[in-house]
């Protein structure tokens, strides 16, 4: 930490945005980890930007709390669904799927969402 201070970072504040059809996202890097603010407008079955990482499957690790909404991560043993006011943790293995109306706050260790952004990103350039 710098200068003994609590590194922190708002939504405004974030130094990347991405935004796609019904997404908008905001990130920043914190000490190793990244902080996102996630809005969706849209379902989404987010299951086939994954493509190509070991089973198919997000291996990245996430903490989140949903703000509003809903989103639901799959796992070959069943799903978790998470609502308007949980946190949640996300271990490695799952398929992320988001509603219309939710916005969440998630982190995720930098250097694994590095590579899964790696293979997802591939993957939505190849389906335009």
């Known amino acids: 930490m710098r200068g003994g201070h609590l590194p922190k970072i708002g939504k405004s504040g974030a130094s990347r945005h991405v935004e796609a059809e019904g997404f908008e996202g905001h990130y920043e890097d914190l000490d ?40 639901v991560y799959h796992y070959p043993s069943g799903d978790d669904v998470i609502t308007t006011g949980e946190g949640y943790f996300a271990k490695p293995g799952h398929l992320p799927e988001i509603f219309a109306g939710t916005a969440v706050v998630e982190f995720s260790p930098t250097a694994e969402i590095a590579k899964t952004l790696e293979v997802v990103t591939k993957n939505m350039e190849a389906m335009g």
Do not use: M, N, S
């Open 32 to 71: 190793g980890y990244t902080i996102g603010f996630e809005t969706y407008t849209a379902d989404a079955d987010l299951g086939p930007f994954f493509k190509g990482l070991p089973d198919d499957r997000c291996q990245c690790p996430h903490w989140g709390y949903v703000i509003k909404g809903k989103l």
